[in-house]
């Protein structure tokens, strides 16, 4: 494992994708931090991981909703490492229904984390990334889609897109780049859950490679954002769906 000297806080690292994230970042020579909003021992899990294969990581418990358990967050980062370079907003919850259905409830959790959450963590993160760090947010490319359900979803990852692109503009003079990441369908227990077989095999055939994307197929594209050959792209949106629109 090679070492960068560099440390990138992933939120939602706990499992899924920004699992493979801290992993995958963390055999890149990042030091990481592994931020979990409810479940220490997933958490844990992966920071094992990283120091079982010769990484370092630690822990942070975080609701990103929440502006004071982000900038605790941050302080862990920088009381452990001394600072952080690269930060990926990574957590994020999935709960659909039609818009004419969808409670109240629902409605404001899914702002709370998906917006609110990104836009705590891009704060915070403009104030305190090192000079050449990085941003990356996670968009999703069901917002070209249109899928019906996925309409309040939809409007918070189009939200974290605009950030994204007034954020990147917001960075200049101090070399960080601001970007998003948006998957199709990747085969995590978030988007597994509840679906039946039928329509997990329709998605996947959504895209002319036939297939759902993979944890390792986005982790790579965050890699590259993350390291020296993505220092190039800056305000854009990936996506990282196999052609699916």
């Known amino acids: 494992m090679s070492k960068t000297g560099k440390v990138a806080l992933i939120t939602g690292s706990s499992r899924g994708i920004g699992a493979e994230l801290a992993l995958h ?105 090192r000079v050449g760090g990085r941003i990356i947010n996670f968009s999703s490319s069901v917002i070209g889609a249109r899928l019906p359900t996925y309409g309040v979803y939809i409007a918070t990852k189009a939200a974290v897109e605009g950030l994204t692109q007034v954020l990147a503009q917001e960075m200049r003079g101090r070399g960080i780049s601001v970007n998003a990441i948006a998957p199709g369908p990747v085969a995590t227990d978030l988007f597994l859950s509840g679906k039946s077989p039928e329509l997990i095999d329709h998605m996947a055939k959504m895209n002319p490679l036939e297939r759902l994307g993979q944890p390792q197929d986005i982790a790579r594209v965050v890699g590259f954002l993350a390291g020296p050959e993505g220092g190039w792209i800056n305000g854009q949106t990936i996506r990282a769906n196999g052609g699916m629109c």
């Open 25 to 129: 970042l963390a055999m890149n020579g990042f030091k990481i931090v592994v931020n979990y909003a409810g479940s220490a021992g997933p958490a844990r899990e992966v920071a094992d991981k990283i120091a079982a294969s010769g990484g370092e990581a630690i822990v942070a418990q975080a609701d990103v909703a929440n502006p004071a358990a982000v900038i605790a967050m941050f302080d862990a980062a920088e009381n452990a490492f001394g600072g952080v370079d690269v930060v990926v907003n990574c957590a994020g919850i999935l709960k659909l229904a039609k818009i004419a259905d969808l409670d109240d409830k629902t409605f404001d959790q899914t702002i709370a984390i998906n917006l609110k959450g990104t836009f705590n963590v891009c704060r915070e993160a403009a104030k305190r990334l």
